[in-house]
């Protein structure tokens, strides 16, 4: 059976995922919030999650379709993580670091999502 360290994009995913938790823990501990913090949690952890659902998808367009949504949900908690930064509740570099992670993820997602559809562009 693979371990997660066997596929990229399930290791990435789960590790922005992990990152993702522990700025929650610091928004709610430090920051007394709770709302936006927990929008990022949800999405953030989101992205994981369908792509392992992906990777046991029964068909190749339930693959597609559960790698769209994981796409949908980084897009989201990119989101979330400019709404942090500009509110000030994280710093510049803390938001910059989490958002070259998302942004890596969302330009792989849509990597696999256009190679598993036969785009090539």
């Known amino acids: 059976m693979k371990t997660k ?27 007394q919030d709770y709302t936006i913090g927990k929008q990022l949690l949800r999405s953030g952890t989101s992205i994981g999650a369908n792509v392992k659902e992906a990777i046991r998808g029964y068909s190749k367009a339930d693959f597609t379709s559960k790698m769209s949504i994981s796409l949908k949900e980084a ?3 990119e989101y979330w993580v400019e709404i942090l930064r500009d509110t000030g509740y ?26 598993s559809q036969g785009k090539n562009n």
């Open 90 to 115: 994280i710093t510049e570099q803390q938001a910059d670091s989490m958002l070259n992670d998302c942004t890596e993820l969302i330009k792989m997602l849509m990597t696999i999502i256009k190679t």
């Open 5 to 31: 360290d066997d596929n990229v994009i399930v290791a990435k995913s789960y590790s922005f995922a992990v990152r993702c938790v522990k700025l929650y823990k610091y928004l709610s501990e430090e920051k």
């Open 75 to 77: 897009s989201e908690t």
